[in-house]
């Protein structure tokens, strides 16, 4: 995964390289090969070369939205609307509501999955979770997406 922030970037490493292991696939942290500052792509290519890596998946995160959606609360209901409602509760005919705040979240993650030899592009894709728990319910999700996504285009075994 693409991120500027190490844990971040090694933790989403090793989720995905679990769910791909799980799909069948034998799924590698890049930080494993690579450490986790390395950005020379020469390198990167004899390291993977090396370990037997036949195609790299790369994440990036491309969005990331939130929308707080509130209700005030208050009062509702009536208050001596009929004699019987009066009568029989005292004019106590409303219910309050304190009201609440929540967050609605969207995360846009870009897949991309490359063959080292030939060196080409086989698959990008971008995908939307709503509201993801944390970093191993994000990556769950998109692999998930672009494993259904690949097998019915082909690319891997069902």
Not at 62 to 79: A, E, K, N, R, Y
Not at 110 to 136: C, F, H, M, V
Not at 147 to 155: D, F, I, N, P, T
Request: hydrophobic share 35%; charged share 25%.
């Amino acid at each position: 995964m693409i991120s500027h922030d190490a844990k971040r970037r090694r933790d989403a490493e090793t989720y995905l390289a679990y769910e791909l292991s799980v799909r069948g696939v034998n799924g590698i942290s890049a930080y494993t090969l690579l450490g986790l500052d390395n950005t020379d792509k020469e390198y990167a290519r004899a390291r993977f070369k090396e370990a037997g890596v036949a195609g790299v998946v790369v994440m990036r995160l491309v969005g990331h939205d939130s929308t707080t959606i509130s209700d005030p609360g208050g009062l509702s209901g009536s208050v001596y609307g009929t004699f019987g409602s009066y009568y029989s509760s005292y004019g106590v005919g409303i219910s309050y509501s304190s009201g609440y705040e929540y967050t609605e979240s969207e995360v846009r993650i870009e897949t991309l999955i490359y063959s080292l030899d030939p060196d080409k592009l086989l698959w990008a894709g971008t995908s939307r979770t709503s509201n993801p728990e944390g970093l191993q319910e994000l990556i769950t999700e998109v692999a998930d997406a672009v494993s259904r996504e690949v097998a019915k285009q082909g690319l891997v075994a069902k």
